[in-house]
T-cell receptor, first 113, second 113 residues
Framework: KAGVTQTPRYLIKTRGQQVTLSCSPI?????VSWYQQTPGQGLQFLFE???????NKGNFPGRFSGRQFSNSRSEMNVSTLELGDSALYLC????????????FGSGTRLTVV | GDSVTQMEGPVTLSEEAFLTINCTYT??????LFWYVQYPGEGLQLLLK?????DKGSNKGFEATYRKETTSFHLEKGSVQVSDSAVYFC????????????FGTGTRLKVLA
């Protein structure tokens, strides 16, 4: 079956712009989570969505937001980009019973210049 | 709060050497424990998991045992290959309530032919 698909793979944006990243989970998975990966901070939890509702949010400023659609696809948006937002953004999906753990996508590499 | 501590890398080994990557955790209750692997330019792939004390997770020659008495989940492989070169992440997840992973900082493994 198809894995978790993230688009685009690479993005270059200018400071102050906004960006939207997309994630299509594994078919049947209704939970989608987002993580930010940087060399300095490692992997940090952004938020989790389940059935179009945000269930949990990490410790990130309000510039980071997300949503989930009825088909479980998710988007995350970062407004007013800062240089420190440059990172690999990973999306992960899981089944409702969490039994298989997360399945991660390949990520979107965002570079802010 | 919950946390995961991994040994610092990089770890450099010759092909066919024995591998151990240490992982210890601090958590309330009985979390599930995971090892993920990340190859260059890719997202994270689930390597193995254990959901309760004394469980042994195994996959592709890698093993890890959930040791509650020592709060550890060390990753081992008897004979590494060049293709095992990657970054390895230990993680925990609580089995109820908020669904998010706490990741270790990752350990880079380099295997030389």
């Amino acid at each position: 079956k198809a894995g978790v698909t993230q688009t685009p793979r690479y993005l270059i944006k200018t400071r102050g712009q906004q960006v939207t990243l997309s994630c299509s989970p594994i078919s049947g998975h209704r939970s989608v989570s987002w993580y930010q990966q940087t060399p300095g901070q490692g992997l940090q939890f952004l938020f989790e969505y389940f059935s179009e509702t945000q269930r949990n949010k990490g410790n990130f400023p309000g510039r980071f937001s997300g949503r989930q659609f009825s088909n479980s696809r998710s988007e995350m948006n970062v407004s007013t980009l800062e240089l420190g937002d440059s990172a690999l953004y990973l999306c992960a999906s899981s089944s409702i019973d969490r039994s298989g753990g997360y399945t991660f996508g390949s990520g979107t590499r965002l570079t802010v210049v | 709060g919950d946390s995961v501590t991994q040994m610092e890398g990089p770890v450099t080994l010759s092909e066919e050497a024995f591998l151990t990557i240490n992982c210890t955790y601090t958590a309330t209750g009985y979390p599930s424990l995971f090892w993920y692997v990340q190859y260059p330019g890719e997202g994270l792939q689930l390597l193995l998991k254990a959901t309760k004390a004394d469980d042994k997770g195994s996959n592709k020659g890698f093993e890890a045992t959930y040791r509650k008495e020592t709060t550890s989940f060390h990753l081992e492989k008897g004979s590494v290959q060049v293709s095992d070169s990657a970054v390895y992440f230990c993680a925990l997840s609580q089995n109820s309530g908020t669904y998010k992973y706490i990741f270790g900082t990752g350990t880079r493994l380099k295997v030389l032919a």
